[in-house]
């Protein structure tokens, strides 16, 4: 009766209407998940033991539950994995991400972001601009800072910018900030570096828990 009140609960909390995608992150063997099935239109699975990843799938048949998927493996390697599925280029093909982190437009990292934006020849840039989603119900969280590093020859980076305290007060559930620098120089090549958490922050309901991943959009030059 208490693990029955408990998943209600869970279920009031999620505030599911029917069109989103849920992640499980430690689904064992389903039990969760498939109560969430029963309100969202996609749940996912991930679990390491591949023996409770079967009993997950075979729960989820003798329900009749068909929107639900279950993988074998890490979270913090399944999770990247599934949305990262065309790497570093996700991050230049003019998609922004919505507050929705299963739109398939986000780029999902359990480590730092560090990568090197090679424009072709040297351009004169005035601004760029990099979008960051943070969900803390799915453990997605905002970097701690962001720096902008320019170059003319890949060899020698000039620091353009640095962003920190991405933090809102108070702070924010489900937010999307596009953080924006000012160039007004040219150069060739564009390094981005953003610290991820790690785990989840000492303010997070799940504090110390981890891997907590950070969701990138959009690097957009001009």
């Known amino acids: 009766m208490q693990t029955q009140k408990l998943y209600a609960k869970a279920l009031e909390y999620a505030d599911l ?16 998940s498939l109560f969430l099935a029963q309100k969202a239109k996609f749940v996912r699975g991930v679990e390491i033991v591949p023996a409770a ?5 075979g729960n989820a048949k003798l329900n009749g539950l068909e929107n639900t998927e279950f993988f074998v493996g890490k979270a913090e390697e399944v999770l990247p994995r599934e949305y990262n599925k065309n790497g570093v280029y996700d991050l230049i093909d003019g998609k922004k991400g919505t ?7 986000w780029l999902g990292y359990t480590e730092d972001l560090d990568v090197v934006v090679d424009l072709g020849e040297i351009k004169e840039i005035k601004n760029i601009m990099i979008g960051f989603l943070q969900d803390t119900r799915a453990w997605i969280y905002f970097p701690q800072y962001i720096t902008f590093e ?3 020859n890949g060899l020698d980076y000039k620091t353009l910018g640095e962003v920190k305290e991405l933090q809102s007060v108070p702070r924010r559930e489900v937010e999307v900030k596009n953080i924006k620098v000012n160039s007004n120089e040219s150069f060739r090549y564009l390094r981005v570096f953003a610290k991820g958490e790690g785990d989840c922050p000492k303010w997070s309901i799940m504090a110390g828990e981890g891997p907590a991943f950070m969701f990138v959009d959009q690097i957009t030059i001009d």
Do not use: F, M, P, R
């Not at 209407?17 to 430690?26: A, K, N, R, S």
């Not at 990843?53 to 799938?57: D, G, L, R, T």
């Not at 507050?99 to 437009?105: A, L, R, V």
């Open 99 to 105: 507050k929705d982190y299963t739109d398939g437009s």
């Open 150 to 152: 320019i170059s003319t």
């Open 53 to 57: 990843i079967e009993n997950a799938k």
């Open 17 to 32: 209407h029917g069109q989103e995608t849920v992640w499980d992150l430690y689904c064992g063997i389903g039990t969760i």
